[in-house]
């Protein structure tokens, strides 16, 4: 800004030229982790033993347990897929068609 600008603020609400937002305009939007969409999480309820929630909350200071429970749980879905498809090679390897 140099000295011959002015800025005039007013106290109306005539400047204001967002739209009211409804809950339509939030359920077009998207959740990102990063620039990636992100699908949205299932909501489940799951019985587990009270040892395991208090080893998830001490591993996480407290909050955010649930987010170390799915980060294990999807480690070992992955892992599982890694010991599946070794074991598809090794099958083919051993007994070709």
């Known amino acids: 800004m140099n000295e011959n600008s002015t800025l005039q603020v007013s106290d109306s609400d005539d400047l204001d030229e967002v739209p009211p937002l409804t809950a339509e305009d939030f359920a077009k ?11 949205k999480k299932l909501k489940i309820n799951m019985t587990v033993d009270p040892d395991i929630v208090a080893w998830f909350k001490a591993s996480a200071g407290g909050r955010g347990y649930q987010t170390l429970m799915n980060a294990a749980l999807r480690k070992a879905m992955y ?11 090794i099958r083919e390897e051993l007994h070709p068609a």
């Open 29 to 39: 939007g998207v959740h990102r982790v990063g620039l990636k969409p992100v699908g």
């Open 79 to 89: 892992d599982q897929q890694i010991v599946d498809t070794l074991r598809q090679v």
